[in-house]
């Protein structure tokens, strides 16, 4: 199943350069499924990665997501729309998240963000998916 993610601005995947193709007119990476934009789906849920280029931390998160999102199990996070931005592209996000990233927040039905607690660099992929999928059933 392929992850939509939500690219704010091109230069948010300059550290994937390499698995990125901008000459095709999209930027798709192996796992993801880029889209200009979450979908407008009233039932879609929606996570969102605070994160930037060089930090080890985030890129294990990431790493970990992309295999939670893949992952077939009873918590199936699969149906969940991620967008990974890059704070070092938005002032406010910057001076928001730049000692706390990884930052992960979901977006609830009426649109607010709600920061999600953070998750252990040590948690296995099946309590990632675990942990956020308890997330969007509160």
């Keep these: 199943m392929a992850i939509r993610i939500g690219i704010t601005k091109p230069q948010l995947?300059?550290?994937f350069r390499s698995a990125v193709n901008p000459a095709a007119g999209n930027y798709r990476l192996t796992v993801f499924k880029a889209s200009s934009s979450f979908s407008s789906s009233p039932a879609t849920?929606?996570?969102i990665l605070y994160s930037k280029p060089g930090c080890c931390l985030c890129d294990g998160l990431k790493e970990k997501l992309d295999a939670a999102f893949s992952l077939s199990s009873p918590n199936s996070i699969g149906d969940i729309e991620l967008q990974v931005r890059d704070?070092?592209?938005d002032p406010e996000w910057e001076r928001l998240y730049q000692y706390e990233i990884p930052v992960l927040a979901r977006v609830r039905e009426d649109g607010v963000e709600e920061t999600l607690p953070r998750l252990s660099p040590r948690l296995g992929v099946e309590l990632v998916q675990k942990k956020?999928?308890?997330?969007f059933d509160r």
């Excluded at 956020?132 to 997330?135: C, L, N, P, V």
């Design 45 to 47: 849920r929606k996570l």
């Design 13 to 15: 995947f300059h550290h």
């Design 87 to 89: 704070i070092t592209t």
């Design 132 to 135: 956020i999928a308890a997330a």
